[in-house]
């Protein structure tokens, strides 16, 4: 720091008597919010399928109606947690117009069920049938 009555410049202990310290760093400004930016979301819910609620109330099949395409593959991994999938329930992957079906646990599907499966979906091009134990020859 520059001397104030003449040439030359003053210590650190004189200059910090003077009441500027010149080795003190400037304060950072503080950064406003704009308007825009509080707004944004920072966290958001993703919507999920009600697996819970589904599989407690799948024996009341005739309730949930038509299934989407988008939510058949959703029903079956929820039916799979807890081996739901049973042929009084099955009929909810019934549907001509299935291209590809995956069934995640077939344990409790017996051969008679898994006929009825391939009959009543024709148009399948892809079925993919995971711990299926009581497939038959005939099947």
Excluded: W
């Excluded at 520059?2 to 202990?13: I, N, R, S």
């Excluded at 009929?91 to 009543?120: G, I, K, Q």
């Amino acid at each position: 720091m520059a001397a104030v009555p003449g040439p030359g410049y003053l210590c650190h202990k004189c200059a910090k008597e003077s009441g500027s310290d010149p080795f003190k760093k400037p304060a950072a400004p503080k950064r406003k919010k704009v308007p825009a930016e509080k707004r944004t979301v920072v966290n958001f819910e993703e919507r999920r399928f009600p697996s819970l609620l589904i599989t407690r109330h799948i024996d009341d099949v005739e309730s949930l109606g038509d299934i989407g395409t988008t939510n058949m593959d959703a029903l079956s991994k929820a039916l799979s947690k807890n081996r739901g999938l049973t042929p009084q329930n099955a009929h909810l992957f019934y549907n001509v117009a299935n291209t590809s079906l995956t069934l995640y646990d077939a344990t409790n599907l017996p051969p008679p069920a898994l006929e009825t499966l391939v009959h009543l979906n024709p148009n399948l091009t892809s079925l993919r049938l995971d711990f299926c134990g009581h497939m038959e020859e005939k099947v």
